[in-house]
């Protein structure tokens, strides 16, 4: 293996620090070379790679007089184009060290909203009981089935009620056939 580094593979070195992707997703343009090879003479020429919570901050952060934008880690992972998972415990050692405030819950699975700088948080909403699904479950099936949300369940069952003439009416051969099979039934035994 050659220990001298050429210009090009240099200039590929800057480029992948610069991309802020991983160094083991460059890994394979440096001919076999090991990441910690790599780190090494990356660290040799000066180059630093950017850590998560630095690119973190710095998008958060207002610049000038603007307000500072309220994002989600999932926003801010799709930005950065990162995993949620690292972003979400960045911002959250963020807010443990007062860097960083939540804003607000959002949705039904209480995402976290965050904006930089010190303030404070939101409180968490509390989860639904089972009270509380059942009865948005009836609500949606009413709105679905074009109930009046403010009518009764008396109401309702006032509306839907069958006529007396719901039911058929048998049919007396049908009826004397299966009398007949029965009765015959019986004198078998």
Do not use: C
């Not at 050692?93 to 303030?119: C, F, K, L, T």
């Amino acid at each position: 293996m050659r220990k001298n580094w050429t210009l090009p593979e240099l200039k590929m070195l800057a480029d992948a620090y610069a991309s802020h992707a991983p160094l083991s997703a460059h890994i394979h343009l440096f001919g076999g070379r090991s990441i910690d090879t790599v780190r090494a003479k990356a660290r040799n020429v000066g180059l630093v790679h950017q850590s998560l919570p630095d690119r973190i901050r710095e998008l958060m952060a207002p610049t000038g007089d603007e307000v500072p934008v309220p994002r989600t880690a999932a926003e801010v992972a799709a930005l950065l184009g990162v995993d949620k998972k690292p972003v979400r415990d960045v911002l959250s050692a963020m807010v443990q060290s007062e860097a960083a405030h939540i804003v607000d819950w959002r949705g039904s699975y209480h995402e976290i909203v965050y904006v930089n700088g010190p303030g404070e948080n939101a409180p968490k909403p509390l989860s639904a009981t089972p009270a509380a699904y059942r009865r948005r479950l009836n609500e949606k099936r009413k709105r679905a089935a074009g109930v009046p949300s403010d009518m009764s369940d008396a109401e309702i069952d006032e509306l839907y009620r069958a006529g007396d003439n719901w039911w058929p009416r048998a049919d007396p051969v049908v009826v004397g056939s299966i009398n007949a099979m029965v009765h015959a039934g019986r004198r078998a035994q």
